[in-house]
């Protein structure tokens, strides 16, 4: 085996302009182990910020793009391209920018939904498998190391045979963003069908707490029952949903998804209940999983106490130091750093590529938004997933 360590991947973005969120988030992330650097990008839709925000960032005038298509031609013809693009814009862009750099050979690390239809989500599949590129998706919360213990605990059978899955991931800034009223309605991409996709809530956060649902219980449904609702009579989207699902396996589930939930700030919750015992997460205390066997007492595991490959590959600093969001997202890179240096070396995917949510991760949550719409116009009917 070689010790050669590997160059620094360069990675290049797309979207994540001043004034963007989670662009920045992004590429605190890519920095955070060391495995990247930024050194291009088309980083805003309006062309004078995207240069400012180019030299802000320190790019070569040359790699500071106003049109993410130029951007991928260039960048591909370069000796020192970017091996790599970051797509961090309103969900319509998705698609055509992933299509644009995967055509032009370049991976992809994408921010979630997929995209704005199956459809489009599963041609971006049979391109990012056709061109042999790595497309992973940033569904955060499977990069916790607490997330990562938790579904080797479920795989190992640790918790006994998965009969419940209760999922809810609450936030209020929707309540917020009504005092705003008009203005906010009518300039927030997220209540916009054509820049969001067909649902708001359910695409934002729903299809993250999908992920981490089937993430960890292993398991996935095959039936759903859903329920969408706008709480406000000018929002064109949903900004709450709930969901019941059905199991292959006879386990039955629950997803709530709400952005008008009051006080709360990012409660993204999981609970698993097994035959033998049941764990729970909560992403707001992110370096602790509570595991409490059938008769027995609760148990707090903590980062950095709990041992386990899957927890201690994504753990940087001792027990009782905190991690979080940050390093989460930075697992997500630093996995997806493997499996690109796999891929241009011309090996196997590596281990990391196991817990790395891809693209058919994607295709899986936009079947998931299809099949809520389907329920809900159909009067809340059972569906088929
Ligand atoms: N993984 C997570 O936890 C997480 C969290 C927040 C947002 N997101 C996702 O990230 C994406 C961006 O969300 P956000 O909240 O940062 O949005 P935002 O509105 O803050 O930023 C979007 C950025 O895209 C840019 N943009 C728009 N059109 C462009 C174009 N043609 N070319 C280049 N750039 C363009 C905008 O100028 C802006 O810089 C969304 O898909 C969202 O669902 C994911």
Redesign the pocket.
Known sequence: MSNQVPRRLRLGM??????????A?HRIAARLDDCYEVVA??????PD??LA?GAALRFEPSRSY???REMARLEAARPDGIDVVA?????H??AP?ATAFLEAGIHVI????LAISLAEGEALARLARERNRVFAL????SGYPMVRHARELVAAGAIGDVRLVHVEYAQDWMAEADKQGAHFQAN???NDPRR?GPTGCT???GT?AFHLAGFVSGIQPGELLAELHSFTPERVLDDHVQVMLRYPNGARGMLWSSQMATGCENALKLRVFGSKASIAFDQENPNELWLTPQGGTAQRLTRGRVGGAAASHATRVPAGHPEG?LEA?AQLYRDAAACIHAVQAGLPLPDAAKDLPTVIDGVAGMRFIDAVLASHAAGSRWTAL
């Open positions: 797309v979207g994540g302009g001043d004034g963007a969120f989670i662009g988030v990008g088309a980083l805003s839709g309006n910020r995207a925000s106003t049109d993410y797509i961090v814009t309103p969900n862009l998705h920018v994408c921010d979630k939904p940033t569904h955060t919360y927030d991409w997220h969001a695409s934002d956060i993250h969001y997202f």
